[in-house]
């Protein structure tokens, strides 16, 4: 099993990272918000989920043990794949997940790209308690709008949009309010993969 990745960063997607050690170049599957951390050169570690099938060897990064935990754990689930396990962190942190567990917050959970009423019922029940206790954090003020938009707009041009298709999507969007990463997420599926960069 291949639980770790430490290497340089030979190519970027909006998803996925391709890295470098020994020779041998592992791509790894991200979520997008780590993907606009990242870029060519970076000396990188992954804590990584390998998934074998029959046609394949696939493996899932993550930034740090906990977000792989959770990865693993949500895995457990009945319908709930690497895509949507993705998916979940592309959208929330561990804690934000486990807030919503505990909360029994189904509409929380639905927000999750693949994931609908009946499987965020499901989760809730599955899940129990088995990703433990949110932790308790200080009440802290939510950064502004002004300075979201320009983290996401850092992070598109790092992806490879220009300036001014980042501006444009962003000024579409308006915020709405959005954290850093959910705002991103939006922005990507607006841009439609790599088409117009």
């Known amino acids: 099993m291949i639980s770790r990745v430490l290497g ?4 970027v997607g909006v998803d996925d990272v391709v890295v470098v050690y020994g020779g041998l170049g592992f791509k790894v599957f991200i979520v997008p918000p780590l993907a606009s951390e990242l870029h060519k050169g970076d000396e990188v570690e992954l804590y990584t989920h390998l998934i074998v099938r029959e046609d394949a060897l696939t493996l899932y990064g993550f930034k740090t043990e906990e977000e792989r935990k959770v990865f693993e754990i949500l ?3 009945t319908g709930i794949g690497p895509r949507i396990g993705l998916a979940a962190l592309s959208v929330f ?3 934000d997940l486990r807030r ?3 909360d029994q917050d189904t509409a929380t959970l639905s927000r999750i790209p693949g994931v609908g009423k009946k499987v965020a019922s499901r989760m809730l029940v599955e899940l129990g308690d088995k990703l433990g206790l949110p932790a308790q954090l200080p009440e802290a003020s939510a950064p502004s709008a002004g300075v979201v938009e320009a983290e996401v707009k850092a992070a598109l041009i790092g992806l490879g949009w220009n300036e001014t298709k980042a501006e444009s999507v962003l000024s579409e969007l308006g915020g709405n309010g959005l954290n850093a990463s959910d705002l991103l997420r939006a922005a990507l599926m607006k841009l439609g993969g790599a088409n117009g960069r």
């Open 8 to 11: 340089t960063v030979a190519q």
């Open 75 to 77: 895995m457990s689930v």
């Open 100 to 102: 919503a567990v505990a």
């Open 93 to 95: 942190s561990p804690n």
